[in-house]
Structures are given as C-alpha cells and as structure tokens.
C-alpha cells in the first residue's frame, strides 16, 4: 500500500513542485510526510499503521528527482555536457545510501530497534529535504508563468519509451535482490547473501565514479545501446552460476553496466521532455522503476520456489532484452542531443 501511494500519488505531486517551485511546495510536501511518519509510529491497530503509512508512501518526497531536477536547472546551455557526471555523482551517492541503508536498518531490527529505524529513517528525510528546500539559488524556476503547450505534455514517444525502459531496469533491480537471496539460500549459505549483494554494490560504485570522470563524445542514446547490450551479455552468466564465486563475479561484471544506463536515462530524460515538466518526468520513471522491482521480485520468487534460483536469475537476461529491445527503438526515433524543437 505504502508503494502504490508512492507511485500513485508521487507525480501528482511532482506536478506541482513543477508549477509552483521546490521552495514553494517542498516544505507542505515534508511537514505531510512526517505527520504521516508519526502517525505509523503512534499506531495501535493494523488497520491504522496501514492507513498511515499509505498516507507517508503518499507524501514520501522524491528527493532524487527533485536533486536531478536541480543539476538539469543549473547545467543547461554551455554546460550541458557535464550534466552525465552530475548524474553520476548523484549515482554515486544512491549506491552508498543502498549499501549502507539495508546494514543499518537489519542490524537496528536484529536488535529489536524497529522504530529507532524508521525514526532515523524518516529523519534522514525530512533533514535532507528541508536542506533542499532551502537552497533557493539552484532551484528550477516555477513553471505557473508558462501557457500550456502541446511540447509539455509527457504522452510523447519517446518520453514513454524512456519510462518503459526505467520499469524495464527496475525488473533487473527485483530480479537480482531476490534470484541471490534464493540461491544462498538453496545452497546453504545463507550468509553468502549479503557478502554477494554488497560486491556488487561496490562493482557499481566503482563502475558510477569511473563513467563520470569524463566526457563522452559518442551520443547518449548510443551509448545506452552498448550498456544494455553489455548488461544482456553478461547477464547470461548468472543463471549457469554452479557457486557462490562465480555468481559473485558475474554479479560484479553485470551490475558494472547499471550505474551508466541509470544516468544514461536521466539524461535523455532531461532532453525528451520540456523543462515545465521535469520533476514530473524524473518521478514518473521512479515510479516505474519501482514498479517493476516490486513486479519482478515477485515473478523471481514464484520461479525460485518452483523451478529453483537458476530459474529465478533467468529473468536478468530476459530483463536486459527488453532493455536492449526499448534502447534500440529509442534510438531508432531519432533523439538527438539537443531537445527537439526548444533550442530552434
């Protein structure tokens, strides 16, 4: 329920952080969230917890896209080209929050401090966000000025090509957590799990800081077809693993391509759509991608429990399919390096 409040609701909001300001609407958006926060916290019945986290997934503040939204604002005309290492920074700092959030929070919940965790968590929010708000100089400029005009709009081709391929690279993310929880599991080495997860997490900081040390001369949409080509090839290693080393290389070796196409993704995203509906644009492909974690991990869990982990892990190499599939049809329409018709 928290999820599809979040995804539901999250571009809603967004559109309005679009037409009146971050500065504007962020701190109602925050001060919601942690009402809502407290109100799971404070919850004597499952029918109350349950509504109140419906309402925090509702008013969760998409940070990320507002951050990206931000770098978008401040790196346009001359300095575009170094949009990609924004991004990649911005990847670089979401691994370190993946790596060391789910230590924290499973070694707080081990300890019986469950609502330490959530209390740190939202806390990390709402500081992060009011920290945000506050930087008036990088925000985007609110859109309310602007008439409404048909290049607004996100039902666009290609901005719809690029939010099936952010659902795309979320079935990789469901497909992974759960096919290496299933196979450490299977062979009796259940610990092996996070040891797995956490060099591959690595492989993808390493692989996030090394992309954004340079400028790319070969175009961004190109070089989201040799990414997802590369995911789809090594992919195929994972299903074979016959044990925990191999599949911790191929793990590494893949997960190497996910930093790129992420940023890959926002900076196409930020050329496909008009700047009036960026933080729009930026939520809804965080919503698809969280959509399709939640919809691969429970495919990768039917086939592991049916058919075993190698099963499981078969949906990685399908998964990177459909994401070579989607780049080359991006790619096919054309996009081009400046955004169509708003630099003429």
């Not at 670089?92 to 609502?115: H, K, Q, R």
């Not at 780049?327 to 390096?337: A, F, K, M, P, R």
Request: charged share 10%; proline share 5%.
């Amino acid at each position: 329920m928290p999820l599809a409040g979040h995804g539901l609701i999250g571009p809603q909001l967004a559109r309005l952080i679009d037409r009146y300001g971050q500065t504007g609407v962020l701190p109602f958006y925050l001060f919601a969230h942690g009402v809502a926060i407290a109100a799971v916290l404070a919850s004597t019945t499952p029918a109350a917890a349950i509504v109140a986290a419906t309402c925090a997934g509702a008013a969760f503040p998409q940070l990320g896209a507002l951050s990206a939204a931000r770098w978008a604002h401040l790196l346009r005309g001359e300095r575009a080209d170094e949009l990609a290492s924004a991004f990649s920074l911005e990847s670089l700092a979401n691994a370190t929050a993946f790596l060391l959030g789910p230590v924290l929070v499973t070694t707080l919940g081990a300890t019986g401090n469950t609502t330490l965790a959530s209390i740190i968590a939202a806390t990390l929010i709402l500081g992060g966000g009011t920290a945000l708000a506050a930087q008036r100089r990088t925000a985007p400029h609110p859109a309310r000025k602007s008439a409404e005009r048909s290049d607004q709009s996100l039902l666009q081709p290609t901005f719809l090509l690029l939010a099936l391929l952010n659902l795309a690279i979320g079935l990789y993310f469901g497909t992974i957590g759960l096919s290496i929880s299933a196979f450490a599991i299977s062979h009796e080495i259940p610990g092996a799990a996070a040891l797995i997860i956490a060099a591959s997490s690595l492989s993808g900081l390493l692989a996030g800081w090394l992309y954004g040390l340079r400028q790319h001369p070969t175009p961004a949409h190109r070089q989201l077809v040799i990414a997802t080509a590369y995911l789809t090839g090594t992919a195929l290693l994972l299903p074979l693993a016959p044990s925990a080393i191999w599949l911790a290389a191929a793990v590494v070796v893949t997960e190497a391509a996910v930093p790129p196409i992420l940023v890959l993704l926002n900076v196409l995203t930020e050329k496909a759509v008009h700047p009036a509906t960026l933080t729009q644009a930026f939520t809804w492909n965080n919503s698809a991608s969280a959509a399709g974690s939640a919809l691969a991990a429970y495919l990768a869990g039917h086939a592991a429990d049916t058919w075993g982990a190698s099963a499981a892990f078969a949906q990685a190499p399908a998964t990177g399919l459909l994401l070579l599939v989607l780049s080359l049809s991006l790619y096919q329409t054309g996009i081009v390096e400046k955004r169509l018709g708003m630099d003429s």
